[in-house]
């Protein structure tokens, strides 16, 4: 498959940002950050804006890992959550898209620094087959915060997602669209887990749980 154009990740970001909107999963002050590898060494595009609900195209900016900037304008805020983006990028080969928010739910397991725990069925299908963990809070930015992000990535080789310690999350994917549609599922997951917990709790699956969905999706040939 032809890698998109700048232009076309870019109506990516801004459809995945709509998305986000439109389903409700952002915080009210629609606070968030989005961003896309790029093809070349060690670059991306990000969000120049930290309020995602109405994000344009021309509100991306393309930055090295390292926060030079290629083309466009970064505002300080942006400058902060460069190496949060960054690190996932340097951890993870497969990952092409970030994105964080303070999705409310997902954030009250953040704020009790508890992890998501993995009871909804939608997260098999994600290929997820454990609790999404916790990063420890340190300030924003700081290389204390990325190292413990880093910490977690490299305990939980698997997950496509970290909470944030008394913040929010980060979720990423092959795609930008995908990681938006991950932070869907998990908002849900969280909200239904809570209910939950006013009727006896959440349960675990089987042992066998992510086998049977991988045999049960072939069969049907939604599995790739
Ligand atoms: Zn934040």
Redesign the pocket.
Known sequence: MEPLSYSELREQVVQAAQRLAQTGVLSRSG?GNMSVRLPGKDLMLITSTSHIAHLLPEQLVAVTFDGEVVEGELDPVTREIIGMHACVYRERQDVHAVI?T?SPRVTSFALANQPLPCVYEAFLRFGIVEDIPVADWAP?GSQESITNIVAQLRAHPLVPAVLLGN??LLSFSRDILAAAQLIVIMEEAAEMTLDARSIGGEKPFPADALERERQHMQRFGSLS
Do not use: E, I
């Open positions: 606070h964080h303070h924003r913040h929010g």
